[in-house]
């Protein structure tokens, strides 16, 4: 039986906290991405996430969410023409609680089209701010490529010790 | 990881196509997972999902949509097939990204649900659905829209052990 969902790489942070947590060199042997993620963060209050590929920080992400804040109506905002697109936020007030999140990126490696993703994030934080975050991104840059490279930061601070993520490829045969 | 994310059957369309199957699914496995990354032949196009061929009364839907605005929630219930999203449809040019999870698909004595991710141009939207229905299923159905070239649909089998 093929081996059809494989960790490609994991990033831990250490000690010192890091601004950015990115996959390099990501091969371009598998049809679709999957990155999970145990994040947390040393601001103070909800910090917005952002992602890039490639490096590209040209006008050419949008995206489109719906939140729910476990209290009153749910929200949903959208964006076009940014220099990366957002991920949800992240919540950092109740001690040792990370957040989790998914991103689902199919067709990764085709240079015609642009590319779709589809993100779950969700801190529950046993206070009255904790989120849940579904978002639909879209990359379209000038020229379509393949992802090989895939960075994501927080607005304000730095992703704390033990912050994790690992990057699985999915093949289709 | 153990070895059980496994591939049944991928198709990529080479020409447009309005309708999409999987059949004679075989009952090797716990859940389904089907990823679908289409685009269509005209802007909008929504399409549904049936199981066995069965356009029976035996279908509902719960959904959650953001559609960039408001945030709203919607029922369909008695219905001959499941509308994949209420909000979100397929695109021209910009492929989707859709994700169904069918859990415990070959079981045949309880109905069977659906998780349904459905992220696109137009919404985010995360939906689940209810075939009632104890058989196994072993036909999938996407219809109702016309899929156009390159479209991509993946089929994977998922064992609890």
């Known amino acids: 039986m093929a081996n059809t969902y494989e960790a490609i790489a994991t990033v831990t942070v250490g000690s010192g906290g890091a601004a950015t947590m990115a996959f390099s060199s990501i091969p371009a042997t598998y049809t679709d991405l999957v990155l999970k993620m145990s994040l947390r963060y040393s601001a103070s209050g909800p910090q917005d996430m952002r992602l890039t ?16 804040a476990g209290s009153g109506t749910p929200g949903s905002a959208s964006e076009t023409a940014q220099t990366s697109t957002w991920l949800g936020s992240l919540q950092g007030v109740t001690a040792s609680t990370f957040n989790n999140m998914e991103l689902y990126i199919p067709n990764y490696t085709s240079t015609t089209t642009a590319k779709s993703i589809s993100t779950d994030n969700v801190n529950e934080a046993n206070q009255t701010d904790a ?3 579904l978002v639909a991104q879209l990359w379209n840059p000038a020229t379509q490529a393949a992802i090989s490279i895939l960075s994501i930061s927080v607005a304000s601070g730095t ?3 033990y912050s994790n993520a690992t990057l699985y490829g999915i093949k289709n045969s | 990881m153990p070895k059980t994310y496994t591939p049944i059957a991928t198709t990529t369309l080479g020409s447009n196509s309005t309708s999409v ?26 399409f549904t999902m049936t199981f066995n061929s069965d356009t029976s009364s035996n279908y509902s839907a719960t959904y959650l949509t953001g559609n960039g605005t408001t945030a709203t929630s919607h029922r369909r ?44 141009g137009y919404a985010a939207e995360s939906n689940v659905a209810l075939y ?14 016309t899929f156009t070239t390159g479209s991509t ?6 064992k609890a052990a």
């Open chain 1, 53 to 68: 590929f490639n490096g590209n920080t040209s006008a050419v992400y949008s995206m489109r969410s719906i939140n729910a």
């Open chain 1, 131 to 133: 989120r849940s975050f």
């Open chain 1, 159 to 161: 992703f704390v010790q």
């Open chain 2, 21 to 46: 199957s999987f059949t004679s699914i075989s009952g090797n496995y716990t859940d389904l997972v089907l990823v679908a990354s289409p685009t269509t032949l005209a802007n909008g196009e929504q």
């Open chain 2, 77 to 120: 219930n008695t219905q001959s097939n499941i509308i994949v999203d209420y909000y979100g449809a397929v695109d021209t040019t910009v492929k989707t990204v859709y994700i169904f999870n069918i859990q415990n698909y070959s079981n045949t004595t309880t109905n069977k649900t659906i998780l349904i991710t459905s992220r696109t």
């Open chain 2, 132 to 145: 009632r229905s104890t058989s196994a299923i072993t036909t999938i159905t996407l219809a109702g829209a």
């Open chain 2, 153 to 158: 649909f993946t089929l994977y089998g998922i």
